[in-house]
């Protein structure tokens, strides 16, 4: 089946091509597609070329397949096919295999410093991609798990704004007990 | 999407101790990462207890959990009530009947327990001195209870510039079991009974009686495992080892149902 083009324009007025399956990842541009509103170029004013390469790369790989990210959310097996009689072991290890590759996929997809994950997740944002914006937001997320307040400035770019008198206070606040004891 | 709901988007996805190091982050960070949602979701995953209250808490859900979990220390506002605010009614019924009844004001409540009187014996005086924060109250007069036989007590608390009561310890029973080996323990501990906030963790908050000899006894304690009354010259609430300042002791007391 032979797809349709679809031109998307950046911020910075650079066009990028892209199938209309894959396109269909996105929420915002189904909608304009079906909603036969596609004048040649879609722009997208929010997205620069930096980023939409990105963003494509993500919808030909999940374009048409709208089922793929939520089976690897439920930990990659279907469980309920163990309970039907037609259940097919063959193709439960050809969709296991399916699965692992596309999460070994995410994982190099992933692979980029902070500045690039906040502009894909407004991009996935701005494009209704859930898929896209659930990852940004778990990668965001491990960039601060188990680690302490410096490590997470250090990962994000970010400079304490706190005077030092505060950052003592966070430390520890203990009282002075009182030292009496009013038995007589 | 600005940054801030970037952040809202993130932060849900991260337990307590990661939210907490969010709020050193800057303040902007702070800001977002104290929302109360939050943590109230957290506090409802610990404590499901907790959330289920008629009444909101007069604290925030960060503030109680913060106080609930000994592992943060740290505490943004200084709480409503004071010690000053506080008195105490107290009674202790020893067979049912009334052995003592009154109430304590906030004089004579002293926190922390650095100088104890001469009649508590050493071996006692670890569990006074340790950590953890306690509340005594004095007992005046001292009054004397059988060893044997059943003991009650019951401790309301009033908040006085706002003239409400909280329930501290509902009249419960001790066990005889944790009578055994009371003298010469000459401290007596309650079995734990909780602070109505607190159902959940049985064994965060208990309440112990004081007791010391019945007669002026110079010598070896060990002998008074024949003595079968004993004095009650105070009562230790003991609020566990997460309540470790004034601070704490205070907003655990205002998380109470005030009515």
Redesign the interface.
Known sequence: MSSTKIFLKSSDDKTFEIDETAARASETLKNIIDGGCLDGVIPLPNVSSNILPKVIEYCKKHGGDNGSSKKIANGGVDKDKEILPDYDEEEDKREKVRVDELKKWEEEYMDFDQQVLYDLMLAANYLHIKGLLDLTVEKAASMIRGRTPDQIRENFNINSDFTPEEEEEMILIEDEWDDEWAFD | ?S?E??LR??FP???DR?LA?????????KDIARDDYLWKCLSARRWPSLCKRTTPPPVSYHELFTLLDGRF???DRSPTLSFDDLEFYIDIWAEERIGFSGVVPCS??????????PEVLAMNRPYLESDGYKI?L?VRPKFSIPIEGDISISVLVRWRDENKFACIFEKGKLDQNELQGFAPNILQFAPPITLNILKVHADRAFISLLFMPDFNFEGDFSLLVHADRSRV??IALDFGVNV????DALLLLSVLDWD
Do not use: Y
């Open positions: 999407m940054h709901e970037a988007l993130v996805l991260l337990n990661d190091s969010c709020m050193q982050v800057c303040k902007h960070w220390h740290r505490m004579l409540i002293r926190v922390g327990v650095k100088h104890l009187p005594i004095p010259f105070g470790r300042s004034k601070t």
